[in-house]
């Protein structure tokens, strides 16, 4: 963790804003403007971007997930331009626990994987491309999101250390058990062989 030199009082705001706008439920207002119903009827029910895929809409999951990413990286990079990198990590870790539990939706929210890539992209980029990379990698090998997702945000911490970015890693652990705690059914299913893999024809 970096030093804190941020006023307290400052970091708490920061952090109130930061949870604010990462609550702001991206995958809910997409699917509603593109017409396709109400995302927590629809599949899993999760609100994020691998769900909004799953109705067959490409271009409403690649939106949902940019601007889910995109929220949690621009309230870490204002937080880091304007008060520093103390700031920057309570913006990212804020907005990650406003979309896992957003004020807008009872605290019912996403898991996180788009949030999470954001925000790395935005402290550390070069963690972030390997993050990427790894779930790419081991989406093409099984076509399972979740596995994927749990498999390269394990890894990050890692990342972090071997690129150079050792004051990154507590947070990346933060963000990883989080991650893997709303993916707890999904690693029960992955451990029983149940969890459904993407169509590659879709």
């Known amino acids: 963790?970096?030093?804190?030199?941020?006023?307290?009082?400052?970091?708490?705001?920061?952090?109130?804003?930061?949870?604010?706008?990462?609550?702001?439920?991206?995958?809910?207002?997409?699917?509603?403007?593109?017409?396709?119903?109400?995302?927590?009827?629809?599949?899993?029910?999760?609100?994020?971007?691998?769900?909004?895929?799953?109705?067959?809409?490409?271009?409403?999951?690649?939106?949902?997930?940019?601007?889910?990413?995109?929220?949690g990286a621009v309230v870490a990079l204002i937080a880091w331009a304007t008060l520093g990198e103390d700031a920057a990590q309570v913006a990212a870790l804020s907005a990650f626990l406003g979309h896992l539990y957003p004020v807008y939706l009872g605290f019912s929210g996403g898991k996180g994987v788009a949030t999470f890539?954001?925000?790395?992209?935005?402290?550390?980029?070069?963690?972030?491309?390997?993050?990427?990379?790894?779930?790419?990698?081991?989406?093409?090998?099984?076509r399972i999101s979740s596995l994927a997702a749990l498999l390269a945000s394990a890894l990050s911490p890692v990342l972090a250390l071997i690129l150079g970015y050792p004051s990154m890693a507590a947070l990346f652990v933060i963000l990883t058990a989080m991650i893997f705690y709303k993916h707890i059914d999904n690693i029960r299913r992955l451990l029983s062989g149940t969890e459904p893999r993407f169509d590659r024809k879709k």
């Open 117 to 142: 890539i954001g925000t790395a992209l935005a402290l550390a980029w070069p963690v972030a491309l390997g993050v990427c990379a790894i779930w790419a990698l081991v989406f093409k090998l099984g």
């Open 1 to 71: 963790m970096p030093e804190l030199l941020t006023p307290l009082w400052l970091l708490g705001l920061t952090g109130l804003v930061g949870y604010m706008i990462g609550s702001i439920p991206f995958g809910v207002v997409v699917a509603r403007v593109m017409g396709l119903g109400d995302l927590r009827a629809i599949g899993s029910g999760n609100i994020g971007a691998t769900n909004v895929m799953r109705t067959g809409n490409k271009a409403a999951g690649i939106l949902t997930f940019a601007l889910d990413a995109g929220k």
